[in-house]
């Protein structure tokens, strides 16, 4: 039982859901702990295939809590640089988890709430969702983040937003490509995230561990030897697995493979 998260498991999807609404699902400590937490228990659980974030109330996240922020700052340097490690490993465990994660956006998500979008392998919000990098105005930096906005938008759109701190659109997150869909409501997101959910269920689990690998490795690399003879490994090494076999020879005998429930 978590404090601050609610979470569920249904047909092969874990829903996280921050339940922070009344601060708008900041992150304070106690979150950030729970979250890591969850993500371990979601990648080791072999009935999750695919998970999804989501939030309660009227706000996606309000980033980092400022209480808490301000908080550490005054604690000694080893708890202060424990703490802010904790910011980093949270989202390095929804970024690097085993499978695939799906940001339901709802409401304003800022500073670390556009991290945590940003982490997510596929994002959807509601067209009338604000997003904005404030940390500079706050006399911060927009530090933990960094690494996954910088891939989810570029460095040329990093530039920008987390320089100005101005706010932006849900279209413009849309054109930059922080999320990729926008949607009319929240009755849309959830037909919107059941689509994805749909498309990643019928995908071979270990495949798809595989793909997030494979594009971690080779995502801002050179064209190397290196990564040419790392991705020959790669396919090589899958294309004998049961899964691979099984996926292979479904396709060949018409038939679904056997990670398609009811099949
Ligand atoms: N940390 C701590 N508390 C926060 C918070 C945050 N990141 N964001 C909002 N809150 C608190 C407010 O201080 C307020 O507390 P109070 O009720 O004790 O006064 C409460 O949540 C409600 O916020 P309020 O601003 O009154 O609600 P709103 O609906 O007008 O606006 C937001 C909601 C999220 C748009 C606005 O609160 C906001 O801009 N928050 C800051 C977001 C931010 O810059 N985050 C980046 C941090 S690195």
Same mark, same amino acid.
């Given at each position: 039982?978590?404090?601050?998260?609610?979470?569920? @498991?249904?047909?092969?999807?874990?829903? @996280?859901?921050?339940?922070?609404?009344?601060?708008?699902? !900041?992150?304070?400590?106690?979150?950030?702990? *729970?979250?890591?937490?969850?993500?371990?228990?979601?990648? !080791?659980?072999?009935?999750?295939?695919?998970?999804?974030?989501?939030?309660?109330?009227?706000?996606?996240?309000?980033?980092?809590?400022?209480?808490?922020?301000?908080?550490?700052?005054?604690?000694?340097?080893?708890?202060?640089?424990?703490? %802010?490690?904790?910011l980093a490993e949270m989202l390095r465990?929804?970024?690097?988890?085993?499978?695939?994660?799906?940001?339901?956006?709802?409401?304003?998500?800022?500073?670390?709430?556009?991290?945590?979008?940003?982490?997510?392998?596929?994002?959807?919000?509601?067209?009338?969702?604000?997003? %904005?990098?404030?940390?500079?105005?706050?006399?911060?930096?927009?530090?933990?983040?960094?690494?996954?906005?910088?891939?989810?938008?570029? *460095?040329?759109?990093?530039?920008?937003?987390?320089?100005?701190?101005?706010?932006?659109?849900?279209?413009?997150?849309?054109r930059i490509g922080l999320v990729h869909?926008?949607?009319?409501d929240e009755g849309a997101l959830d037909? !919107?995230?059941?689509?994805?959910?749909?498309?990643?269920?019928?995908?071979?689990?270990?495949? =798809?561990?595989?793909?997030?690998?494979?594009?971690?490795?080779?995502?801002?690399?050179? =064209?190397?030897?290196?990564?040419?003879?790392?991705?020959?490994?790669?396919?090589?090494?899958?294309?004998?697995?049961?899964?691979?076999? *099984?996926?292979?020879?479904?396709?060949?005998?018409?038939?679904?493979?056997?990670?398609?429930?009811?099949?």
């Amino acid at each position: 039982m978590y404090g601050n998260l609610i979470t569920e @498991v249904d047909r092969g999807v874990g829903i @996280v859901t921050l339940n922070r609404a009344d601060r708008h699902n !900041a992150f304070d400590d106690q979150t950030i702990v *729970e979250l890591i937490d969850v993500m371990g228990a979601m990648d !080791a659980n072999p009935d999750v295939r695919v998970v999804v974030l989501s939030s309660t109330g009227k706000s996606f996240s309000a980033g980092a809590d400022l209480n808490w922020m301000k908080r550490a700052a005054g604690q000694g340097e080893e708890e202060n640089l424990r703490d %802010a490690r904790n910011l980093a490993e949270m989202l390095r465990r929804i970024a690097q988890l085993s499978k695939p994660t799906v940001a339901r956006v709802q409401g304003p998500a800022y500073g670390g709430g556009v991290g945590v979008v940003a982490a997510c392998d596929i994002a959807i919000a509601t067209f009338d969702t604000q997003f %904005a990098l404030t940390e500079v105005k706050l006399g911060i930096i927009p530090s933990a983040i960094s690494p996954h906005v910088i891939a989810a938008i570029g *460095e040329r759109y990093a530039r920008r937003y987390m320089l100005t701190a101005e706010r932006f659109s849900a279209a413009e997150a849309y054109r930059i490509g922080l999320v990729h869909e926008m949607v009319a409501d929240e009755g849309a997101l959830d037909d !919107a995230v059941g689509v994805i959910v749909d498309s990643l269920l019928k995908n071979g689990p270990r495949a =798809l561990a595989a793909c997030k690998s494979l594009i971690g490795a080779v995502a801002g690399r050179p =064209l190397s030897a290196e990564i040419i003879e790392d991705t020959a490994q790669r396919i090589a090494r899958i294309r004998g697995t049961e899964e691979a076999q *099984e996926g292979m020879a479904s396709f060949l005998e018409k038939r679904k493979p056997n990670w398609i429930a009811g099949n």
